[in-house]
Antibody, heavy 121, light 107 residues
Framework: EVQLLESGGGLVQPGGSLRLSCAAS????????MCWVRQAPGKGLEWVSG????????YYADSVKARFTISRDSSKNTLYLQMNSLRAEDTAVYYC??????????????WGQGTMVTVSS | DIQMTQSPSTLSASVGDRVTITCRAS??????LAWYQQKPGKAPKLLIY???SLESGVPSRFSGSGSGTEFTLTISSLQPDDFATYYC?????????FGQGTKVEVK
């Protein structure tokens, strides 16, 4: 069974940092692209970042570029999102999601349950 | 960035109704469009990919159509489990963008 389990969310002060993790199981991790999508309270979905199966291709939304870093560790079957210089507007539920191809050009067929990030003083 | 605009934002319907949601892209995205269903407190679920391909396990009452800039999601006969919010998403170019969502509520 394909499973994605996020962790690492929590309360952080503005300007602080947090690292989210997404543990994957039930599929060959390196054969699929992965991404992070967030959802602010009561709002819609916002794509944050995507990474190809081998980690060689990475994209970011302009709203997080230069502050967030996506990465993946194939030895641990885990996707990461390092978030620095956090702002109040980064407050959201963060979902990791699996692509349907090794490249980043696909829909997302499996999602984790989400982890809440709250940026507040 | 490609803007995705859904209509309507809210749709009131009854069980058994035929429901249609429209998604328009600000420029052509060929058929690189997905539809997701999201229920409160839950992660989105993929329904349709490549504009009209039904994801495995999704009931056949869901269908998608369109190409270029105009797309539709149709639920042929609304069931109690279908009351939810629906999002379209383009994956033609970066950044990936979602529509603002359409909430299907009980009439």
């Amino acid at each position: 069974e394909v499973q994605l389990l996020e962790s690492g969310g929590g309360l952080v002060q503005p300007g602080g940092s947090l690292r989210l993790s997404c543990a994957a199981s039930g599929f060959t991790f390196t054969s699929y692209s992965m991404c992070w999508v967030r959802q602010a309270p009561g709002k819609g979905l916002e794509w944050v970042s995507g990474i190809s199966g081998n980690g060689g291709t990475i994209y970011y939304a302009d709203s997080v570029k230069a502050r967030f870093t996506i990465s993946r560790d194939s030895s641990k079957n885990t996707l990461y999102l390092q978030m620095n210089s956090l702002r109040a507007e980064d407050t959201a539920v963060y979902y990791c999601a699996k692509g349907t191809t090794v490249t980043t050009g696909s829909a997302f067929d499996m999602w984790g349950q989400g982890t809440m990030v709250t940026v507040s003083s | 960035d490609i803007q995705m605009t859904q209509s309507p934002s809210t749709l009131s319907a009854s069980v058994g109704d035929r429901v249609t949601i429209t998604c328009r892209a600000s420029q052509s995205i060929s058929s690189w469009l997905a539809w997701y269903q999201q229920k409160p407190g839950k992660a989105p679920k993929l329904l349709i990919y490549k504009a009209s391909s039904l994801e495995s396990g999704v009931p056949s009452r869901f269908s998608g159509s369109g190409s270029g800039t105009e797309f539709t999601l149709t639920i042929s006969s609304l069931q109690p489990d279908d009351f939810a919010t629906y999002y379209c998403q383009q994956y033609n170019s970066y950044p990936r963008t979602f529509g603002q969502g359409t909430k299907v509520e009980v009439k």
